[in-house]
């Protein structure tokens, strides 16, 4: 088990989900963000909240839930937390900058 040092901080999830199995995720999506997932043309679109020590932490951890129902799952991420918003692309972070 890896232990992780730090503080939690609450990150603010805005972002848009497409996968494969859209029904199977969405149940998830909620559990895990605990906030509104609605249904959009590519897919799911998502705003919640996630506590992680950092934007990467919460952002890996959601898309790999995610990906443990359905593979071919994409997740387009903003994570926002004290004053700076933090962009990915799957697991890739694309941007930071103040919110």
């Known amino acids: 088990m890896a232990w992780q ?4 901080v609450l990150f603010r999830l805005k972002g848009e989900v497409s996968s494969e199995n859209v029904i199977a995720i969405r149940p998830l999506l ?3 963000t605990g906030g509104q997932v609605t249904p959009t043309p590519e897919g799911l679109h998502v705003e919640g909240a996630m506590e992680g020590i950092d934007a990467r932490d919460v952002n890996r ?3 790999s839930a995610l990906r443990r129902v359905e593979k071919r799952t994409r997740l387009r991420a903003e994570w926002t937390a004290g004053g ?3 962009r990915f692309f799957d697991y890739v972070p694309k941007s930071q900058r103040p919110a």
């Not at 040092?5 to 939690?8: E, L, N, P, R, Y």
């Open 30 to 32: 909620a559990q895990f």
């Open 5 to 8: 040092t730090g503080s939690m």
């Open 84 to 86: 700076t918003t933090y």
């Open 61 to 63: 951890r959601l898309l």
